[in-house]
Nanobody
Framework: QVQLVESGGGLQQAGGSLRLSCAASGLPFSSFVMGWFRQAPGKEREFVAAIRWAIGSTAYADSVKGRFTISRDNAKKTVYLQMNSLKPEDTAVYYC?????????????????WGQGTQVTVSS
């Protein structure tokens, strides 16, 4: 079955950088979208970024545009989220997710598979 395993979270000062990784296994299909979402305490899970695996096109939430970059390594079946110029409001649990579709969607409930999440904490 499909498994998504995130890594790379941690504690960083405001203005710093972190890179998250999500390794996927058990992929029986070639057309899908990989996304990153985040959830802060007391808030709903929100879209951060997504990439169409086959062609590499990307989408970002306005709050991270220009600071975060999503990319993928097809050979390693891994998606990355490079986070620069971090802000305290970026503090959240970050989740990797997979959507069996060719259209980038930004709503959490539309994604089919989820990783376990990794904590990102940004101090001021």
């Amino acid at each position: 079955q499909v498994q998504l395993v995130e890594s790379g979270g941690g504690l960083q000062q405001a203005g710093g950088s972190l890179r998250l990784s999500c390794a996927a296994s058990g992929l029986p299909f070639s057309s899908f979208v990989m996304g990153w979402f985040r959830q802060a305490p007391g808030k709903e899970r929100e879209f951060v970024a997504a990439i169409r695996w086959a062609i590499g096109s990307t989408a970002y939430a306005d709050s991270v545009k220009g600071r975060f970059t999503i990319s993928r390594d097809n050979a390693k079946k891994t998606v990355y989220l490079q986070m620069n110029s971090l802000k305290p409001e970026d503090t959240a649990v970050y989740y990797c997710a997979l959507d069996i579709t060719v259209v980038v969607r930004t709503t959490a409930h539309e994604y089919d598979y989820w990783g376990q999440g990794t904590q990102v904490t940004v101090s001021s």
